[in-house]
């Protein structure tokens, strides 16, 4: 399969100093601090049809000059046109991350090929009424997408129903499938390299489990996206049902690839094509709006100078809509996977904290969870995220829904001081007992926020957000110097993982009692869950 991101000379380390070393990054830290943090100016920014709001955020004259400085210094228009224009952005790998292509209206012709097999492969599967049942095996980048997209789109049920296998324990493959018509199920198999241990071994168990139930021709019923065609085909899946996409499109981009095929068959190929077209347009935003009218650019500041500079070690999404659960543990590993880093591109300390860690729930039950931490703990930075029109029939429910989104972010940017508390107090009983007990009900309050607005959530505003924290995402790491698009954090894990399986198979086999080059735990417990020997 062609690869058809054109060449574009790569970053080199020379063009990355660490960001301490900066002037532009010290004239940043001090007008941060001039700046004001409790929303006294009013700052909205329309984005592709969401409006971000980030009045909550620090702001002054001399942070949007030092800001704007700031990305100079790290050639930001330059590198957004290569980020764009499909240049090699993942120095590491030598590889462009092309993924905005997947979503033009007007893409190159191979991937306009793969579009267009998929629209055919999805109406034919409809016309004839093919499956009941999807069975879409895929981890991280090729899971949490579509997990997000169903749940938003399918929340009142679909005509075809699905299952999302991801992890290697065997309860999640046994789930899967359990209550399943065999003959009626497709087996969608996501995975880049076609190599990913979990969605292999799961895939193992789905064909088994079709061989088993008496399908005639079980590989008929398998699908594969993937980057590697040739394993799929040694796998058994028929070539006209693997769906390849390109090296340059990240495991976690994916799913603007092939890899939507399972949300096609369930919610809809309207549904993707909606998505798409949200997504390129947060595109055109990111490639022409102005810096200090750019939202990605500004959350990405914003999100900076949380991190880097008042020592945020989080970011709190809150969504309050119960149809975007899954918008957290995507969001999770877009941010960590892709932040989570502390060299730099030149291989040096970047020297200031980098990603934060992300987490969250949706609204309201959040609240009841963890908003305690949030107004008297250590806090966070927070993201809120809210529709203004509801898709039920129930308006005092949106009213309830918004006004609560609304006052926790007045919360944590007003607070309340001890005066305040005592005056609200004074002449309810004991003053000694009321000075002691307003101590408890202070609010710090200036706690920084991000409000983001979707007029309604349809297909078109979901691709929009997403957009959204992928450019924030690629700004964020521009400015630390980090390169967001390889994940050598994982591999270690990978190899150690093989190693403990061939050094039991080695202890099963009689070829040694135990391997002693663990450290004292690991080795204790190796040899604990031990399989018994041959």
């Known amino acids: 399969m062609k690869d058809s991101a054109p060449l574009m000379p790569s970053v080199t380390p020379s063009e990355v100093p660490p960001l301490s070393n900066m002037p532009e990054w010290s004239t940043f830290q001090e007008s941060l601090q001039g700046a004001d943090c409790r929303g006294e100016k009013l700052r909205l920014i329309d984005a592709a049809g969401l409006c971000v709001d980030l009045s909550a955020q620090p702001c002054s004259e001399d942070l949007t000059r030092a800001s704007e400085a700031l990305l100079s210094a790290r050639d930001f228009t330059r590198m957004r046109r290569r980020l764009l224009e499909g240049g090699v952005v993942n120095p590491t790998e030598d590889r462009a991350a092309w993924h905005s292509m997947l979503r033009e209206p007007s893409p190159t012709p191979e991937v306009a090929h793969e579009r267009n097999r998929l629209l055919q492969f999805v109406q034919r599967a409809d016309n004839e009424r093919r499956w009941r ?29 699905i299952r999302f296998v991801a992890n290697i324990d065997g309860h999640a493959i046994e789930g899967g499938i359990a ?65 390849p996409f390109w090296d340059w499109v990240g495991g976690r981009f994916s799913f603007w690839s092939s890899v939507c095929v399972s949300t096609a068959l369930t919610v809809g190929t309207d549904v993707m094509a909606g998505m798409l077209a949200g ?67 030149a291989g040096e300390p970047v020297g ?48 309830q829904l918004i006004a609560n989104c609304l006052a926790q972010r007045e919360a944590l940017l007003r607070g309340k001081s001890y005066e305040e508390v005592l005056a609200e107090m004074e002449g309810t009983g ?105």
Not at 133 to 154: C, E, K, P
Not at 197 to 223: D, I
Not at 289 to 311: D, F, K, M, T, Y
Not at 353 to 367: C, K, L, Y
């Open 430 to 534: 004991d003053p000694e007992h009321v000075k002691w007990l307003a101590k408890h009900k202070v609010y710090p309050g200036g706690r920084p926020s991000n409000l983001i607005v979707l007029p309604r959530l349809s297909p078109y505003t979901l691709g929009a957000l997403i957009a959204l924290y992928e450019h924030k995402v690629f700004v964020q790491a521009l400015i630390w110097g980090i390169n967001p698009f390889d994940q050598w954090g994982v591999e270690l894990g990978k190899t150690l993982t093989a190693r403990i399986r061939k050094d039991w198979e080695s202890m099963s086999e009689g070829k040694c009692d135990a391997v002693s080059s663990h450290d004292p735990s690991t080795q204790y417990w190796l040899e604990r869950f031990a399989p018994s020997r041959k």
């Open 179 to 243: 209550g399943l018509n065999p003959h009626e199920t497709v087996v969608v198999i996501a995975s880049k390299s076609f190599a990913t241990a979990e969605t292999l071994e799961n895939a193992r168990r789905a064909l088994e489990w079709l061989r088993a139930s008496g399908v005639k021709c079980p590989e008929r019923q398998l699908v594969a996206v993937t980057a590697r065609p040739a394993l799929a085909r040694e796998f058994g899946v028929p070539e006209d049902q693997i769906f």
């Open 133 to 161: 049942h999807v069975l879409h095996i895929g981890i991280g980048g090729s899971d949490w997408g579509l997990r997000l997209t169903v749940a938003a789109f399918g929340y009142t049920g679909t005509w075809r129903d």
């Open 279 to 345: 997504a390129h347009a947060m595109d055109e935003h990111f490639r022409t709006a102005p810096i200090e009218r750019n939202a990605p650019v500004q959350l990405a500041l914003a999100g900076v100078a949380n991190r880097s500079v008042l020592g945020l070690s989080s970011l709190n999404i809150s969504v309050y809509d119960s149809r975007l659960f899954h918008l957290v543990p995507y969001l999770q590993q877009l941010e960590m996977e892709s932040l989570g880093k502390s060299v730099t591109i």
């Open 352 to 399: 200031v904290p980098t990603g934060p860690a992300v987490w969250g729930m949706p609204g309201t039950d959040a609240q009841h969870t963890f908003f305690q931490w949030l107004h008297q703990g250590d806090g966070a930075a927070v993201d809120f995220i809210v529709c203004q029109q509801a898709d039920h029939r129930w308006p005092e429910h949106h009213q």
